[in-house]
């Protein structure tokens, strides 16, 4: 071989390689193309799913901090209260317990007016104070110490201080001047602003504490309130709304019954918010139409009865103490809702007017209905209270049944498929999320499904399918370069290395096109899977949907019951009393 052939020769052969390196260089970078496509694909879904988890640690998180804040702050707002009001205790304590004494004779006379002076002291500008010293000077008949202790009393409270003495005359049986502070009382509020107190005479009249006279009076009274206030429709609506948002409160928690339909239907949302209102009926049944009915059986002992309601009424925090108890009202509500703010704040506006110091007469019975324990209210004059509420009730529920079942969707769609598309053969296969109906056969539904994946399954597929032609095409272009360059120098040399060019190359190709037909076997099966997945998806919808509407109708069938029975409380009478009419004797059978 000459000089000029090996130089040929070897000319061929680095030819040679380099075709090879080139060929395995392309081939690396087309796999190196799809790994980066892969990570690029598996890093934004782990990104999405962090991102996700980090949002509900965030909110975990928010939700515990604010839960232990509210529970210090609990414990802070009554440390504050003790040490700021908790000297009124005291004074609280002693004042029904002073009556007590005198009825059994187990306290003398000195050692109650040394003890009403202490408090006295101690609570220089609380009214009950200076009542309590009256209530000393009584039995000793000091008429000029009573005189000045009940006008300081009335100067500081003149609306408790009415209350206290009616009650107290009452207690002793002495109807007519216990009728005269009963009317002083009525004749100076303004049913626009009552006090706190004023739910004193709701309990009065549920207990019939002041007998027929009494009775007459109170009924007479806050009858004509009634009607005045009735005539101000912004005083009406404000009572039908806090009753709507009672009503409200009544519906039951988010469903977690049908996983199928509420991850499918964009319609869901409003399923289950209409099925939680349909709920709401049977609720409000549950907790009103089970309030107990007056007791009949009363305390044949006037005193026992009067008591009751004297502890009520000095247990009455004062004004001044309202807004420490308002902010613990918040506190135990967020502690109640586990850390959630936004709920606790809703739970609170709903008997925010418990905490005002002055309501109007129709807001006093909302309040006594809805939140009977935030002004000291008994079980009887609960149920009063929420049959006087009637009419505002039934309006609030007939909107309320109106709005929900106005809400109820008249078509109800599928949205099946995953819009982030499906992994399939190192690829992102982005079937579009199918639509749907259920206004239309739930056999048509699935055989549309079906052609949907269908339709798009073997297009996809075949994306997946190796290229022959053109690596084919570039073989077969080598393979004659390389016969025809080197086939003049020498011709057994260029059929050598054109073989061997074109079987190396021809294993690469095979080895391409093996790898991508079972990827496109295993692509073909994982699509058929999600399609049967689908499938799956709208029959379980479809049951789904069946049960919701059978729950549903139950529910909302309920909504005739809960109308009947506000229609009901019209007949709510208050309980008469055995005592009615009847005064205190004393052990000698004379009147005290």
């Keep these: 071989m000459t000089e000029v052939d090996r130089q040929l020769h070897n000319k061929v052969d680095q030819v040679g390689n380099r075709v090879l390196r080139l060929t395995e260089n392309l081939i690396a970078v087309s796999d190196q193309v799809s790994a980066v496509d892969t990570a690029q694909k598996q890093t934004q879904d782990s990104l999405l799913a962090l991102v996700t988890e980090f949002r509900s640690f965030v909110r975990s998180a928010a939700l515990t901090a604010n839960l232990h804040s509210a529970e210090t702050q609990i414990l802070s707002v009554e440390e504050r209260l003790e040490r700021e009001y908790g000297h009124l205790k005291r004074v609280r304590r002693t004042a029904v317990g002073i009556l007590q004494a005198f009825d059994v004779g187990l306290a003398t006379q000195d050692t109650v007016q040394q003890i009403s002076e202490e408090l006295m002291i101690e609570s220089p500008r609380y009214w009950l104070a200076p009542a309590l010293v009256a209530l000393a000077a009584w039995p000793r008949d000091d008429r000029a110490l009573c005189d000045k202790a009940v006008e300081e009393a009335f100067r500081r409270s003149?609306?408790?201080?009415?209350?206290?003495?009616?009650?107290?005359?009452?207690?002793?049986?002495?109807?007519?001047?216990?009728?005269?502070?009963?009317?002083?009382?009525?004749?100076?509020?303004?049913?626009?602003?009552?006090?706190?107190?004023?739910?004193?005479?709701?309990?009065?009249?549920?207990?019939?504490?002041?007998?027929?006279?009494?009775?007459?009076?109170?009924?007479?009274?806050?009858?004509?309130?009634?009607?005045?206030?009735?005539?101000?429709?912004?005083a009406?609506?404000?009572?039908?709304?806090?009753?709507r948002a009672e009503i409200d409160g009544l519906r039951g928690p988010a469903s977690a019954q049908f996983p199928r339909l509420s991850r499918c239907s964009p319609q869901w949302p409003v399923l289950d918010e209409v099925l939680r209102c349909a709920g709401a009926h049977q609720a409000l049944l549950d907790t009103?139409?089970?309030?107990?009915?007056?007791?009949?059986?009363?305390?044949?002992?006037?005193?026992?009865?009067?008591?009751?309601?004297?502890?009520?009424?000095?247990?009455?925090?004062?004004?001044?103490?309202?807004?420490?108890?308002?902010?613990?009202?918040?506190?135990?509500?967020?502690?109640?809702?586990?850390g959630d703010r936004d709920a606790a704040q809703r739970a609170t506006e709903v008997g925010a007017a418990s905490y005002e110091e002055r309501s109007d007469y129709l807001s006093v019975q909302t309040t006594a209905a809805l939140d009977p324990a935030a002004i000291g209210a008994s079980a009887a004059t609960q149920r009063?209270?929420?049959?006087?509420?009637?009419?505002?009730?039934?309006?609030?529920?007939?909107?309320?049944?109106?709005?929900?079942?106005?809400?109820?969707?008249?078509?109800?769609?599928?949205?099946?498929?995953?819009?982030?598309?499906?992994?399939?053969g190192g690829r992102k296969c982005r079937i579009p999320v199918w639509k749907g109906s259920f206004n239309t056969d739930v056999d048509a539904m699935e055989r549309s499904l079906v052609s949907h994946w269908e339709r798009r399954i073997e297009p996809f597929v075949q994306t997946l399918a190796y290229p022959l032609r053109n690596p084919l095409l570039l073989m077969a272009?080598?393979?004659?370069?390389?016969?025809?360059?080197?086939?003049?120098?020498?011709?057994?040399?260029?059929?050598?290395?054109?073989?061997?060019?074109?079987?190396?190359?021809?294993?690469?190709?095979?080895?391409?096109?093996?790898?991508?037909?079972?990827?496109?076997?295993?692509?073909?099966?994982?699509?058929?899977?999600?399609?049967?997945?689908?499938?799956?998806?709208?029959?379980?919808?479809?049951?789904?949907?069946?049960?919701?509407?059978?729950?549903?109708?139950?529910?909302?069938?309920?909504?005739?019951?809960?109308?009947?029975?506000?229609?009901?409380?019209?007949?709510?009478?208050?309980a008469g009393a055995p005592f009615e009419g009847r005064v205190v004797t004393g052990s000698e059978g004379g009147t005290v």
């Excluded at 009406?236 to 009753?243: E, I």
């Excluded at 076997?521 to 059978?550: C, F, M, N, P, Y």
């Design 477 to 574: 272009g080598v393979v004659v370069a390389i016969l025809l360059v080197l086939s003049g120098a020498s011709v057994g040399f260029a059929v050598l290395l054109a073989l061997f060019v074109g079987g190396v190359w021809g294993v690469v190709v095979y080895q391409r096109w093996d790898a991508a037909d079972t990827a496109q076997d295993d692509a073909r099966e994982l699509l058929h899977r999600h399609k049967r997945e689908a499938v799956d998806q709208l029959r379980g919808s479809a049951a789904e949907l069946a049960d919701w509407q059978q729950r549903y109708r139950a529910a909302d069938a309920v909504e005739g019951a809960a109308r009947t029975f506000i229609a009901s409380l019209a007949t709510t009478t208050p």
């Design 384 to 424: 009063l209270s929420v049959a006087a509420c009637g009419p505002w009730i039934a309006e609030a529920h007939a909107g309320f049944s109106r709005d929900y079942r106005a809400k109820a969707p008249s078509e109800v769609e599928l949205h099946i498929g995953d819009p982030a598309g499906v992994d399939a």
């Design 158 to 234: 003149p609306e408790r201080t009415s209350l206290l003495f009616a009650l107290i005359l009452r207690r002793q049986g002495r109807a007519d001047g216990a009728v005269r502070w009963l009317r002083h009382y009525l004749r100076a509020q303004n049913p626009d602003a009552l006090g706190r107190e004023f739910a004193v005479i709701l309990e009065c009249i549920a207990q019939g504490a002041f007998g027929p006279a009494g009775r007459d009076l109170m009924k007479t009274t806050l009858a004509g309130w009634r009607e005045t206030l009735m005539t101000d429709d912004e």
């Design 236 to 243: 009406r609506q404000a009572q039908v709304r806090r009753w």
């Design 288 to 338: 009103y139409a089970a309030l107990p009915e007056p007791d009949t059986r009363l305390s044949d002992r006037l005193e026992d009865t009067v008591d009751d309601i004297l502890d009520r009424l000095v247990g009455e925090y004062d004004s001044e103490e309202l807004p420490y108890h308002r902010e613990l009202a918040l506190h135990r509500a967020v502690v109640a809702a586990g």
